[in-house]
């Protein structure tokens, strides 16, 4: 079957063939991906590009390794840290501007998004940090990647549901998770480009086939639609609480809650403040309770208003 490429991948092509840096190269080639035709007659040449990609980018990797592991670690900050991974093109870079205002790149073409990207989602008094990765590029996920989704409390998972390919995509991406160790990481899915008709079709169809087990949000990043509902489902799924704190005699302070794991104490949210209230600490009260006394070693809950006593 012929290939049929359009005028465009000559012009790339040809501009990949003068190019003198292994950065240049990458460049073009990502183009001449971007702007190839999926259909059976090319399916041949995509994998012999994406293998001289990958072959560039592996010696890319091993020169810079241990610049690009300093650079590419994230310290967590906010409430929780969730991660963003897809394949090329899947919505994320636009889905991640969209949770945090943030301006990273956003094209039509895959490979937009070439390192990290850190923003802060607002959910009610929180934030969450949200970190966009590069695409996945199959089977090959540098080290640095594989590490900031592992020290993540939860990885956010982008399908395009307008995608031809989407039941293709989602065995994908579940083969990749698996392969990189990550499959049992706390995750939540999410359909992107739900303003599309195809979009809205293709789950249809996931929905009849059985594929969609897993829970799930639908979302546009451009009519804002599953947004808030996102946010939401992120904070549940974190297994977070949100405590608040009184001085004795004054008024409680519910802009700044303290973050605590569910199951934490009393006690737990006294170190969170500082060592020294968690060695001087007798008891609490709880003021969303009328005030009853509790031991350092009672368990909080989502909202709980807690006085703290100290020894003197």
Same mark, same amino acid.
């Given at each position: 079957?012929?290939?049929? %490429? ?9 501009? #990949? ?11 073009? !080639? ?14 041949? %040449?995509?994998?012999?590009? &994406? ?5 560039? *980018? ?6 810079? &390794? ?17 991660? *963003? *991974? ?9 889905? /991640?501007?969209? !949770? ?35 695409? #996945? ?41 698996? &392969? ?49 509902? #996102?946010?939401?489902?992120?904070? =549940? ?16 302070? #519910? ?7 569910? =199951?934490?104490?009393? /006690?737990?949210?006294?170190?969170? %403040? ?25 368990? *909080? ?12």
């Amino acid at each position: 079957m012929p290939a049929n %490429l359009p005028p465009q991948y000559f012009e790339v092509e040809k501009k #990949f063939r003068e190019a003198k840096t292994r950065e240049e190269k990458i460049k073009y !080639l990502r183009e001449m991906i971007a702007v190839m035709p999926k259909h059976k007659g090319t399916e041949k %040449l995509y994998g012999l590009l &994406k293998q001289k990609l990958s072959k560039l *980018l592996e010696e890319q990797e091993r020169k810079v &390794k241990s610049r690009r592991e300093t650079i590419y670690n994230v310290p967590k900050e906010g409430a929780a840290q969730i991660v *963003l *991974l897809g394949l090329p093109n899947s919505g994320k870079s636009l889905f /991640f501007n969209t !949770l945090t205002n943030a301006k990273s790149l956003v094209a039509d073409y895959p490979f937009s998004t070439t390192m990290p990207m850190v923003g802060m989602m607002p959910y009610e008094n929180i934030k969450i940090q949200v970190v966009d990765l590069p695409p #996945f590029i199959e089977d090959r996920i540098p080290g640095w990647q594989r590490g900031i989704a592992r020290q993540s409390d939860m990885l956010i998972v982008i399908i395009d549901a307008s995608s031809p390919g989407v039941l293709e995509d989602i065995d994908t991406v579940r083969k990749i998770l698996e &392969k990189q160790g990550v499959s049992d990481h706390p995750r939540l899915s999410v359909f992107s480009k739900m303003d599309k008709e195809e979009s809205k079709e293709n789950i249809k169809i996931l929905k009849e086939m059985g594929v969609l087990k897993e829970d799930y949000i639908k979302v546009s990043a451009v009519n804002g639609m599953g947004i808030e509902e #996102f946010k939401r489902k992120v904070f =549940q799924r974190l297994d977070i609480i949100r405590v608040y704190t009184k001085p004795p005699g004054k008024e409680p302070d #519910f802009e700044k809650p303290l973050v605590l794991k569910k =199951q934490s104490t009393v /006690f737990d949210a006294a170190k969170k %403040l500082h060592k020294d209230f968690a060695r001087k600490l007798l008891y609490a009260r709880l003021w969303n309770r009328k005030g009853i006394r509790v031991s350092r070693e009672h368990i *909080l809950e989502e909202g709980d208003v807690v006085e703290f006593h100290l020894k003197d």
